[in-house]
């Protein structure tokens, strides 16, 4: 059975930095795409950074330069560096994995395993 679970979230103020962590447990990372999403209030849920088993990364434009995705195969544990904090920023995010290949445009639906996610908040 496939669990995923995250950790790392909180209230930072802008500009601040944060390192989000996602260990996942019943899949391999080298199988699979795993990915950032994120979903604030009154949004859809967006994504957010991917990295897939070759480590090619895909960003959002509206983090580029401000966030990092890397992935621990051994530990089977995915990161999020998140620098520059904005207020804009603050929604819950998610860790998902999915079976095929997929990049940060391949919207939430292509994802087969999701967390519960973790509520971060930027302050202004």
């Known amino acids: 059975q496939v669990q995923v679970v995250e950790s790392g979230g909180g209230l930072v103020q802008a500009g601040g930095s944060l390192r989000l962590s996602c260990t996942a447990s019943g899949l391999t990372f080298d199988d699979y795409t795993m990915g950032w999403f994120r979903q604030a209030p009154g949004k859809e849920r967006e994504g957010v950074a991917t990295i897939n088993w070759l480590g090619s990364m895909t960003y959002a434009d509206s983090v580029k330069g401000r966030f990092t995705v890397s992935q621990d195969n051994a530990k089977n544990t995915l990161y999020l560096q998140m620098n520059s904090l904005k207020p804009e920023d603050t929604a819950m995010y998610y860790c998902?994995?999915?079976?095929?290949?997929?990049?940060?445009?391949?919207?939430?639906?292509?994802?087969?395993?999701w967390g519960q996610g973790t509520q971060v908040t930027g302050s202004s």
């Open positions: 998902a994995a999915a079976v095929f290949g997929c990049t940060v445009a391949s919207g939430p639906q292509r994802f087969n395993y």
